[in-house]
């Protein structure tokens, strides 16, 4: 199994811009996430699925949209880039307790 | 979810047992107590976690105090590559969605 994978490792985009980051798992978990970290801070969390075409708001999802139509996949969309989107994001899926996390998007908005 | 505090910073000896402190002081009945580490920028990784009772993997043990309002993660031979940074996070079992703080910044020196 690849585990989470997340595409791209590295971003730059420029303010205004839009993108989609990619997040996709192979365990065949139900739920799924993604987290932003800020420099020397802890995981916050922007939005969650529970299953395919179930999603809900984390912590901090202004500016963020996401969509869950297959177990597999679960992209995140920013709708217009600001420097305070500027941050490394995770994906995370579980089915028990653990959650597995992806490798990270690191992201720069200029 | 109940919040936690922890140490910003430990140090332990190489080979020598490291034992990371958390207080949960306003943990719920039914809320789980879970570690994970993040090593330098990678995604977070899923240590342990637990209810009421101890717990060990081939990781760590978890001790969970008997009123629950606290709990210890134990590192029995620290190496290395153990050097981290560790969240101790509460939340409910459904969804997985957990909560970040600071962590604590574990030094294993030689």
């Known amino acids: 199994n690849a585990g989470v994978t997340q595409t791209p490792k590295f971003q730059v985009l420029k303010t205004g811009q839009s993108m989609t980051l990619q997040c996709a798992q192979d365990?065949?978990?139900?739920?799924m996430s993604w987290y932003r970290q800020d420099p020397g801070m802890g995981l916050r969390l922007i939005h969650y699925?529970?299953?395919?075409?179930?999603?809900d708001q984390g912590e901090v999802p202004n500016g963020y949209n996401v969509s869950r139509s297959t177990t597999e996949d679960f992209p995140l969309r920013l709708l217009s880039a600001a420097p305070s989107q500027t941050s490394v994001y995770f994906c995370?899926?579980?089915?028990?307790?653990?959650?597995?996390f992806g490798p990270g998007t690191r992201l720069t908005v200029l | 979810d109940a919040k936690t505090t922890q140490p910003p910073s430990m140090d332990c000896a190489e080979g020598r047992a490291a034992n990371l402190p958390c207080n949960h002081s306003?943990?719920?009945?039914?809320?789980?107590v879970y570690w994970y580490r993040q090593i330098h920028s990678q995604g977070p990784q899923y240590i342990i976690h637990?209810?009421?009772n101890n717990e060990t993997n081939e990781m760590a043990s978890l001790i969970i105090t008997e009123d629950r309002k606290s709990s210890t993660l134990i590192l029995p031979h620290a190496t290395l590559r153990d050097t981290a940074v560790y969240y101790c996070?509460?939340?409910?079992?459904?969804?997985?969605?957990?909560?970040f703080g600071g962590g604590t910044r574990l030094m294993v020196k030689p």
């Open positions: 995370a899926s579980s089915k028990g307790k653990a959650q597995y």
């Open positions: 365990m065949n978990h139900e739920y």
């Open positions: 699925s529970v299953g395919a075409g179930i999603t």
């Open positions: 306003t943990i719920s009945g039914n809320e789980y």
């Open positions: 637990g209810l009421k």
């Open positions: 996070i509460v939340g409910y079992g459904a969804g997985n969605m957990l909560t």
